[in-house]
């Protein structure tokens, strides 16, 4: 059975810091809480890469990415395989900000078909993974990136 997650997420950076972030490795296995679907280990990459490869989503998924001189916005909409293919690393690159200054949040949440959530939240220095439980994907859900997502996958289904 196939399913989706949806993806939303937004770092902000002190100033020039968003180059630095760019430059790390995010290797998922220097954290040692992950749990379901990100219990598994991927290789480590620099953000950079990550990047490059959730760009690439576009054409596997919707996929909205936005950067500016300070900050890094995701919406997305993910099939199953490329969710566990990239999920793990999109988490690590978000985890990774923390040692740039970065600060925000990305969610990943089962779209209408699969209960899943997950959330990584990132402040200057340290940064947090947690499972979701019910209430919090439902808070989720309400969100506004979580609205922007529907949006999107709305405008790509020619507006149902």
């Excluded at 900000?97 to 078909?113: D, S």
Aim: charged share 25%; aromatic share 10%; proline share 3%.
């Amino acid at each position: 059975m196939s399913w989706d997650v949806a993806v939303f997420g937004d770092l902000k950076f002190p100033a020039g810091k968003l180059a630095m972030w760019r430059g790390l490795n995010a290797d998922a296995a220097t954290f040692h809480d992950w749990k379901g679907h990100f219990e598994r280990r991927a290789p480590g990459s620099t953000v950079s890469e990550i990047l490059e490869g959730v760009e690439a989503l576009a054409e596997e998924g919707l996929v909205a990415v936005e950067g500016g001189a300070n900050q890094w916005k995701i919406r997305a909409m993910l099939p199953k395989d490329p969710f566990l293919d990239w999920g793990l690393p999109i988490a690590a690159a978000f985890r990774v900000a923390a040692e740039a200054g970065g600060e925000g949040e990305i969610c990943f949440i089962g779209y209408e078909t699969i209960l899943l959530g997950y959330r990584v939240t990132v402040k200057a220095g340290s940064s947090t993974f947690e499972q979701l439980d019910t209430e919090g994907i439902h808070a989720a859900e309400k969100s506004r990136g979580f609205r922007e997502v529907d949006a999107l996958v709305k405008e790509a289904l020619g507006g149902e």
